[in-house]
């Protein structure tokens, strides 16, 4: 399957499988402390908005986005952040984070701050269901917090 091309800076990281991957530079604290908190990532992005603008710079724009408004795929997504993990763990996340100052944030849908959490449908083979994968959008402006929340997490 082809891949976008790389748009932000990024570091190499081992992941807890011990292969080395590619994260991007602002979300890297993040991932590392799930990764200590026994979380499972699939794929991430610092800001989901800025890498689709920037992938479109490189290969064209996609004409089922476009109108008088310009993109809304990419307005949408516009300084949100992304993590990709298995729906279990973006379940359990959020309950880890309900105590800390991410409650307001989790449970109140469609303000400025808020996290967008989203659960494809998959249609295959005559079967639909849920993704096995969460889709975690959150304001990027909130990586420091989130990754010092984290840090503070103590699971022993």
């Known amino acids: 399957m082809p891949t976008d091309p790389p748009i932000h800076p990024a ?15 602002a979300m890297a604290p993040v991932i590392s402390e799930l990764w200590r908190l026994q979380f499972e990532t699939v794929a991430c992005c610092q800001n989901v908005g800025e ?16 109108d008088k408004y310009g993109d809304r795929f990419i307005a949408y997504h516009a300084g949100y952040a992304l993590v990709k ?14 105590p800390t100052s991410f409650q307001d944030r989790l449970r109140r849908r469609w303000r400025p701050d808020s996290w967008r959490m989203h659960v494809p449908l998959i249609c295959d083979d005559g079967a639909s269901g849920p993704s096995r994968y969460a889709l975690l959008h959150f304001p990027d402006k909130q990586i420091p917090e989130l990754t010092n929340t984290l840090k503070g997490i103590d699971l022993s």
């Open 11 to 25: 570091v190499s990281m081992t992941n807890p499988a011990g292969e080395t991957v590619r994260i991007d530079v």
């Open 51 to 66: 890498a689709t603008a920037g992938v479109r710079s490189r290969t064209g724009p996609v004409r089922k986005y476009q």
């Open 85 to 98: 993990m298995p729906t279990n763990d973006a379940c359990r996340l959020a309950d880890l984070l309900l």
